[in-house]
């Protein structure tokens, strides 16, 4: 029951990892080989510096981009740049961490780098997922995340028990148990794995009955997805206006913070909902909590897919974030309802977009943006059913009261001979179908 999940909640506290709180990094991107290399790996650390910049509070101090002949060495690289990095790094005392751009590395790798350089050191995973755990809103996102760090612990585990094992020479049983450290560590370890599976499990049941409850929602829901530094935020704050990045909290109990008020050329009210930003290569075991952050988009009435068209990657990019959306099992009128929209046109001259139902903005110059707020009212009206009329009321009766509450009054035109008044109004058809039946004309 509710108590279960109570106490499984408080174990599943994420694990802390020195992560929390501000960090100033210095990045360290290793390449392989060739030129060629070389233009991929200015990418990745172009990547690797706005994953850093999307955390509050972090910054990069520095970055560098070092030639090694295999990745697989001990220290990432040879002698020679090793110790060039190990100066640099000690040339930086403002520098809290270094982020090595690479997927995973052993824990031992990471003591040895440690201990050689004084600072803590991050691998893509561990920063990737510290920024999906700053952005898991809904219980599934934050239990997903804390499936994707049992990996993490398993290994720092092996590497303190040998650290241990050192010390004081061959392992020790605990206390008459007949179960070393490890194993006992291993198997709390499995139970919590289990545990949180359960509990995974259980929400997907519970959910699919709030949703039923969830549709009766008034406002329609954007979701507004793209690649990390495509420009989403942006967007956002041109298509809201500053002022409406203020939405009232009770509205908005079921969606996570990033979630904005704006206004439709018929001043129908939306909410925009900025969704975590993709990557590339993202590391195989947290797909499943990259999913759970993207929960809400599921819920939405329409998806803006923002794209930086002035990218040398942005055709990749597209087929990444397809790909994911294919992978969410949206419903299939909202994968066909999709609005692309190519961001920083103003980057790239004479722009003509290749795909014919896109919209071409740059949201930072306003560009565009005009022509994309009517396609989003045109597709939004569709998605949701509702239409905009115009009524003729009765003034002395409830009338205009009762359209006030339940739909979306635009405009009222009194004439004041007959006592009467038009009223333009975006109602659905259902609503529709009470007003008449309420009052017949």
């Known amino acids: 029951g509710d108590d279960a999940e109570e106490e499984l909640e408080t174990q599943l506290e994420p694990v802390p990892l020195p992560l929390a709180g501000a960090q100033r990094m210095f990045i360290v991107q290793p390449r392989a080989g060739d030129l060629k290399q070389r233009r991929a790996a200015e990418l990745q650390v172009a990547e690797a510096v706005a994953l850093v910049n999307t955390l509050h509070n972090w910054t990069v ?12 060495q001990k220290l990432i690289f040879g002698k020679g740049n090793f110790q060039i990095l190990t100066e640099k790094i000690k040339r930086l005392p403002q520098a809290t961490a270094v982020f090595l751009n690479l997927e995973r590395i052993s824990t031992l790798t990471k003591k040895e780098l440690e201990d050689a350089w004084g600072v803590n050191v991050f691998d893509r995973y561990t920063v990737v997922l510290h920024i999906f755990r700053c952005n898991a809103r809904t219980k599934e996102a934050k239990l997903q995340i804390a499936l994707a760090e049992i990996p993490l612990l398993r290994s720092n585990l092996k590497t303190e028990v040998s650290h241990l094992d050192q010390q004081r020479g061959g392992s020790r049983y605990i206390m008459g148990s007949g179960e070393t450290f490890l194993e006992t560590q291993t198997r709390l370890l499995r139970e919590r794995e289990l545990k949180i599976r359960n509990a995974l499990e259980n929400l997907r049941r519970k959910r699919s009955i709030l949703r039923a409850q969830r549709q009766r929602r008034e406002f329609p829901v954007i979701s507004v997805m793209g690649y990390t530094n495509c420009g989403k935020t942006t967007l956002i704050k041109a298509l809201t206006g500053d002022a409406g990045l203020q939405p009232q909290d009770q509205l908005f109990a079921t969606l996570d913070i990033t979630a904005h008020t704006g206004y439709l050329p018929s001043q129908l009210a939306v909410i925009y909902v900025d969704t975590i930003g993709f990557l590339s290569d993202l590391p195989h075991d947290l797909i499943g909590s990259f999913s759970a952050t993207l929960e809400e988009v599921a819920h939405s009435d329409l998806i803006l897919h923002v794209r930086d068209v002035s990218h040398p990657e942005t055709v990749q ?11 969410l099992n949206l419903p299939s009128h909202l994968l066909d309802s999709v609005i692309e929209v ?27 943006l005009e022509d994309l707020k009517e396609e989003i009212e045109r597709t939004v009206l569709k998605a949701t059913g509702k239409k905009i009329l115009t009524i003729k009321v009765n003034l002395t009766g409830p009338q205009l009261s009762w359209l006030y509450k339940e739909a979306t009054v635009q405009e009222v035109d009194v004439m004041p001979d007959d006592g009467t008044a038009s009223v333009k109004v975006i109602i659905s058809e259902s609503v529709l179908g009470r007003f008449r039946k309420h009052f017949p004309q």
């Open 61 to 72: 101090v520095d970055k560098i981009i070092l030639p090694t002949k295999n990745l697989d």
């Open 317 to 327: 990019q597209k087929a990444s974030v397809l790909s994911v959306l294919k992978n």
């Open 342 to 368: 190519h961001n920083k046109v103003d980057l790239i001259e004479r722009y003509e977009p290749a795909e014919p139902n896109a919209i071409a903005i740059s949201a930072l110059h306003g560009y565009g």
